[in-house]
């Protein structure tokens, strides 16, 4: 079966949408909220057959806090944490985003003053997944390690002059990215149907987009009347209809996003201090957790500029 493409919207499509981007959350985040359908999702990887959704506490960080990461799900349930995101491109460094989103959680909800007494202080065991369904080809389970994302140390011996390289491990997080692609995972899909009607609905908007050459409303529009009446995620889509169709359109006005800045800031250029536009830009991503350097690279902006605006941000705050 084929791949759910990534639609690349144009610059006069993506400034149609702009105003969508208060609905922030994503299809996949706003679906797997409800604990009943993150239980099933839980059961699913997990090989279990729990029914007390009570017994599920939400961890997730909605960067609430000025600068504070917000990840998309996270959960304890028992003595098990799991964190979950969800990802339309191929990341390398998602080991270094979960250490950052454990390491808030550990901050925000474990780490008191004790942590400097006798006694041991108990943790959840993590669990770091990412559920993957963009358009680059990936196996079907992935293992990231955080270690590969260290430098290597190469060291000399001053008596022999023999020079060696190793790279230490002495920190470690594995994080499980799962193809959901159709075709991938059926099984895990099988056993969560909240997940396989995920990717059928994003199955038929990439289908009326691409082969029919509906607009993004349209395609939304037609996809949400046809899972309901497929029977698919019906309660879902009856009760958030209006909300999944802004989500999903920012869903899409996202991955635009980045191309558009780009050739903006190619064409255009960007002059000292940026203009408000820019500033604004910048802003935004900023309070969404994003690093200097990040934005920096993804946007084509200069680094002291980032800086420059992200210093002006913190005097505001």
Not at 185 to 191: D, G, H, P
Request: charged share 35%; aromatic share 10%.
């Amino acid at each position: 079966m084929a791949k759910i493409r990534v639609i690349r919207i144009s610059k006069k499509e993506y400034r149609k949408l702009r105003v969508q981007k208060k609905q922030r959350d994503t299809v996949f985040r706003y679906l797997f909220k409800q604990k009943k359908e993150l239980l099933s999702l839980y059961n699913a990887i997990a090989g279990t057959h729990y029914v007390d959704e009570e017994e599920l506490q939400i961890k997730t960080l909605e960067g609430a806090v000025f600068l504070a990461r917000k990840n998309d799900l996270a959960f304890v349930f028992r003595t098990d944490l799991q964190l979950y995101e969800h990802q339309s491109t191929v990341n390398p460094n998602m080991p270094i985003r979960f250490l950052q989103y454990f390491s808030e959680l550990l901050e925000r909800d474990y780490v008191t003053a004790q942590i400097y007494g006798r006694n041991r202080i108990m943790l959840p065991a993590p669990t770091f997944i990412t559920f993957y369904n963009g358009d680059e080809a990936q196996p079907e389970r992935l293992e990231m390690l955080l270690s590969d994302n260290f430098e290597e140390i190469e060291r000399t011996d001053p008596k022999t002059g023999k020079t060696t390289t190793y790279k230490p491990v002495n920190v470690e997080l594995k994080v499980i990215q799962l193809n959901i692609n159709p075709g991938f995972n059926e099984k895990l899909k099988e056993e969560c149907p909240s997940l396989k009607g995920y990717i059928l609905y994003w199955t038929k908007v990439s289908y009326y987009l691409n082969e029919k050459h509906f607009s993004l409303n349209e395609a939304v529009e037609k996809a949400v009347e046809e899972c309901i009446a497929e029977g698919i995620l019906v309660d879902f889509f009856r009760k958030n209809k209006a909300v999944v169709k802004k989500m999903s359109i920012y869903e899409f006005d996202q991955k635009g996003y980045m191309q558009v800045v780009r050739e903006e800031s190619r064409e255009e250029g960007l002059k000292e201090g940026g203009d408000l536009r820019d500033a604004q830009r910048i802003e935004d991503m900023l309070r969404r957790g994003k690093k200097v350097e990040e934005i920096a690279d993804f946007c084509g902006y200069p680094v002291d500029l980032v800086k420059k605006i992200e210093e002006k941000l913190l005097e505001k705050a």
